[in-house]
C-alpha cells in the first residue's frame, strides 16, 4: 500500500500539469489527447509482458524495475523542450506503468479471495490517497517555481524504489508454492496469453471476457473525461496549473473515503456482481451531470459521482477477474486484463480530444456516458458465481436421497 501510495503521488504530480505544459509548447487539444494515450500505448504493450516474467520470476523484482523506468521518465518529463520531448517521457512512463497487472498479482497471493475484493479497495484507497496529495503538491510547486515538479515526482520514486527494495517481500503464496516442491519459475502455460487475448474477443460473454470488457469500457471512459477534463475546467471555469492540483485533490480524497471506509462493507452487503452494477450506473450519472455544471458548487456535486462509481467499478471487476483464473495464471490473466485496459485508456484520450477540438467541449462527457450505460447493461447479465455456490450449498443437503 505504501509503495503503491508514493508511486501514485509522483504520477499524480505530472498529470494534472500535463495539458497546461503542452499548450505553452504549442499542442492543440488533439495532440493533448494524443499525449494521455501515448502512455497506455507503452502500458498496453509492456502489462503482459510485465505479467508473464511476474508469473515466472516473482512480483517483487517486477514492482521495483517497474519504479526505476518510472523515475527515468520524470526526468525526461521535467527536461522536456518540445511537444515530442513530452511524448517520449510519457512513453517510458507508460513502460514503467505496465506493472499495474504485477501489483494486483501480489495482492490475489497474499490475500484469501473472499477478501480480494477488500483489499482491493484498501489498494486503491493508498493510491487514491496519492491522487489527493499529489495534485496539491503539483499546484503548490507550480505556484512557487522553486523545485520542477518533474525532479520532485523523481525523487519520490527513487526512494520508493529504495523502499520496495528493501521491505517489499516476496508474497506468501508463491513461498508457499515454492516450499511445497512447485516449480517456482514455471509460470503459466505456454501460449496462455495469446488464448487468454483469442478468448476475450471471440467470446467477449465468457465469465472472465465479460468482465475485462466492462472494465476496458469503463476505463475508456474515464480517461476520455481524464484526457480533456484539465482543458475543459480552463475553458468553462478559469482553472491554471496553479489550481487544477486542488480539483484533483477533492476527487481524490472522495476516492480514498470511498476505497478506505465504504467499500469493504459494500461488498459484504451487495456483493461484487451487485456493486459492478452499481458502479457502472453512478459514473454514467456523473458522466452526464458534469457538463451540465454552471457554478463549482455544481460542478463538485456532479464530479463526486465519479470516484463513487469507480470506487465500487475497478476494484469489483478486478477482483472477478483474479478469482475466476487458473491456478498459475493470476498474473497473467491480469496483465491481459490491463493490456485490454490499456486499449481503452489509449482509445480513450484520443477520441476525446479529437471530438473537444472539433465538436464542442461538452461532447467527451455524453459520449463517456453513453459508453456507461452500455457496460450497466453488460453488467446486467454477468452471473454471481458466488451467489450461486452459496444457494446450492443450502439447497443440495436438503435433496433427497
Known amino acids: 500500500m505504501l509503495t503503491v501510495f508514493v508511486d501514485m503521488m509522483g504520477f499524480l504530480i505530472v498529470l494534472p500539469l500535463l495539458p497546461f505544459y503542452a499548450e505553452k509548447l504549442g499542442a492543440d487539444p488533439t495532440k ?11 502500458q498496453v504493450a509492456m502489462s503482459p509482458i510485465w505479467g508473464r516474467l511476474s508469473d515466472r520470476y516473482g512480483r517483487r523484482p517486477m514492482i521495483v524495475s517497474g519504479l526505476a523506468i518510472s523515475a527515468v521518465s520524470y526526468v525526461l518529463f521535467e527536461g522536456a523542450e518540445t511537444v515530442w520531448m513530452l511524448f517520449a517521457s510519457r512513453t517510458v512512463q507508460g513502460m514503467g506503468a505496465g506493472t499495474n497487472g504485477v501489483v494486483q498479482a501480489y495482492l490475489s497471493d497474499a490475500v484469501p479471495p473472499e477478501r480480494r475484493a477488500q483489499a482491493l479497495g484498501w489498494l486503491t484507497a493508498a493510491a ?34 529504495l ?12 513461498q508457499r508454492r515454492s516450499e511445497s516442491g512447485e516449480v517456482q519459475r514455471s509460470g503459466p502455460p505456454p501460449g496462455a496469453t495469446r488464448r487468454l487475448f483469442r478468448d476475450v474477443m471471440e467470446r467477449p ?23 480533456i477534463l484539465a482543458l475543459y475546467l480552463g475553458r468553462r471555469f478559469g482553472i491554471d496549473e496553479t489550481t ?8 481524490g480524497g472522495l476516492s480514498l473515503v470511498m476505497r478506505s471506509l465504504v467499500l469493504g462493507r459494500a461488498v459484504a452487503k451487495f456483493g461484487e456482481v451487485r456493486l459492478l452494477r452499481i458502479g457502472a450506473l453512478t459514473i454514467a450519472i456523473g458522466m452526464m451531470a458534469l457538463p451540465l455544471a454552471v457554478n463549482l458548487w455544481q460542478l463538485a456535486i456532479a464530479a463526486a459521482f465519479v470516484p463513487i462509481g469507480t ?9 472477478l477477474v483474479s478469482k475466476r483464473a487458473a491456478e498459475g495464471e493470476t498474473g497473467t490473466v491480469l496483465g491481459v486484463q490491463q493490456s485490454v485496459g490499456g486499449v481503452a485508456r489509449m482509445g480513450g484520450p484520443l477520441w476525446a480530444g479529437v471530438v473537444f477540438q472539433h465538436f464542442g467541449m461538452k461532447s467527451p462527457f455524453w459520449i463517456s456516458a453513453g459508453l456507461m450505460v452500455m457496460a450497466f447493461f453488460f453488467a446486467a447479465v454477468v452471473r454471481d458465481e458466488q451467489a450461486e455456490t452459496e444457494l446450492e450449498a443450502v439447497v443440495i443437503p436438503d435433496a433427497p436421497a
Open 163 to 174: 523502499f520496495a527494495w528493501r521491505n517489499l517481500p516476496e508474497p506468501k503464496a508463491k
Open 311 to 319: 470506487a465500487f467499478l475497478f476494484p469489483s471487476s478486478t477482483s
Open 244 to 251: 487544477i492540483g486542488w480539483f484533483y485533490t477533492y476527487v
Open 128 to 161: 487514491s490517497a496519492g491522487v489527493m496529495l499529489g495534485p496539491a503538491i503539483a499546484s503548490l510547486a507550480a505556484s512557487i517555481g522553486t523545485v520542477g515538479p518533474g525532479y520532485l515526482a523523481a525523487g519520490l520514486c527513487v526512494f520508493n524504489l
Open 32 to 42: 493533448i489527447g494524443a499525449l494521455v494515450a501515448v502512455f497506455a500505448i507503452a
Open 205 to 227: 460473454t465468457g465469465r472472465i471476457s465479460s468482465l475485462i470488457w466492462i472494465y476496458a469500457t469503463g476505463m475508456m471512459a474515464f480517461m476520455a473525461m481524464n484526457g
